[in-house]
C-alpha cells in the first residue's frame, strides 16, 4: 500500500502538472472504483485544478467550485501519468482522467477492486475522509507521542492505525521499529520517556528520509515504480536476510493480511516472537530464541 512517503512524492509530481490545468473528462473504466453518488462525478469536467494535496493516505485533487476529487490507492492501487505530447494509450485502468496537460490513470493490479474515488463538495464534507491521526511529519514532536500514548495498543498497530498517526502503513511501520529498536509487540503504555523519545524520532527520521529519497529518484519525472519493498529497507521484505545493523536474520510474522518484519537482536533481546499460525503447529518446534536458528 502506497504510505506517507510514496503519497507524498505522487502529490508533488502531480501538482507540478495539473495545478492550474483543466480537467476535461473522467472516465470511468470499472465503475464500481465511483464510491460516491453526489456531486455527480460529471460536474467535475471542465473545472480548473486549484490544489493537489495528501489526506492520509489519500491524494485530494481540489477543483474550482469547491469540488475535490479523494482517490485511495489502497493496496493495489497506482497512478500512472501521461503527458498531453506522448502517443495516446488503450490502457485504461480503473479510471482516466483527462487534462489539458495530459492523462492521469489510475490502475489496481489483481482481482480485489479496493481504490475508490469519491466526489465531495465543500471542506465539511472533505473533512469526513480525515480518519483523525496526527501528522507525524507535521505535527510537533510532543503531538506524536501524546497520540501514541492515547490508547493502549501494540507499537505495530500504534503506527498503523489512521486514527492515531495519518499515513503509516505495515512497511514503513516495520522501518521505523526497527530503527527505535522496539518490539512490535510492545504497548504504547509501556514504554519509558526514552523509548517514546526514540519512537517518535525514528518515525519523523524514516518518513523524511524516505520521502527525500523517492523524491530525488522522482525528480523530473513521474513515480513509476511505487512498492511498499524498495532496496535499502532495513527489515520490510527482508525476511531471513541479515540485518544491516546485527546480521541477525530478520523474522517475519504473518497475522491477517498483513506480514510484518523484525530484528531479533535489535529489536526483542534475541527473542523469537510468536506466530499466531505456525507457532501453534510446529508447537515444541518453534524456534524460541535467536540462538535456535543458529
Not at 503519497?7 to 472516465?27: H, M, N, S, W
Request: aromatic share 4%; hydrophobic share 40%; charged share 25%.
Amino acid at each position: 500500500m502506497p504510505e506517507l512517503p510514496d503519497v507524498t512524492v505522487y502529490v508533488e509530481r502531480l501538482g507540478e502538472r495539473i495545478t492550474g490545468a483543466r480537467l476535461d473528462t473522467v472516465t470511468l473504466a470499472n465503475p464500481f472504483v465511483l464510491r460516491s453518488v453526489e456531486p455527480p462525478l460529471d460536474e467535475a469536467a471542465g473545472r480548473e485544478v486549484t490544489s493537489v494535496s495528501r489526506l492520509g493516505k489519500r491524494i485530494v485533487i481540489g477543483l474550482e467550485g469547491d469540488l475535490s476529487l479523494v482517490i485511495h490507492l489502497m493496496i493495489a492501487g497506482r497512478l500512472a501519468w501521461r503527458d498531453a505530447s506522448a502517443k495516446p494509450s488503450r490502457a485504461r485502468g480503473l479510471a482516466q482522467f483527462a487534462f489539458d496537460t495530459g492523462t492521469l490513470t489510475l490502475t489496481e493490479a489483481g482481482t480485489r477492486r479496493r481504490a475508490s474515488l469519491h466526489v465531495v463538495h465543500g471542506a465539511e464534507a472533505l473533512a469526513a475522509y480525515d480518519r483523525g491521526g496526527v501528522d507525524p511529519l507535521a505535527a510537533p514532536a510532543q503531538a506524536v507521542a501524546a497520540a501514541l500514548r492515547s490508547e493502549r495498543h501494540t507499537l505495530k498497530r500504534a503506527l498503523t492505525d489512521q486514527r492515531i498517526l495519518a499515513g503509516i502503513g505495515n512497511a514503513y511501520s516495520d522501518e521505523i521499529l526497527h530503527a527505535a529498536r522496539l518490539s512490535p509487540f510492545r504497548h504504547t503504555t509501556s514504554l519509558d520517556e526514552a523509548e517514546m523519545t526514540a519512537l517518535v524520532d525514528a518515525t519523523r527520521e524514516v518518513l523524511s528520509g524516505w520521502t527525500e529519497r523517492l523524491r530525488e529518484a522522482s525528480r523530473g519525472k513521474f513515480p513509476a515504480r511505487v512498492t511498499a519493498f524498495r532496496d535499502g529497507m532495513a527489515v520490510h521484505g527482508r525476511h531471513r536476510e541479515p540485518c544491516p545493523v546485527c546480521a541477525a536474520p530478520v523474522q517475519r510474522i504473518v497475522h491477517a493480511e498483513h506480514a510484518f518484519n523484525y530484528c531479533p537482536r535489535c529489536q526483542t533481546g534475541g527473542r523469537i516472537l510468536a506466530d499466531r499460525s505456525l507457532s501453534r503447529v510446529l508447537h515444541e518446534s518453534w524456534p524460541r530464541r535467536l540462538e535456535d536458528l543458529e
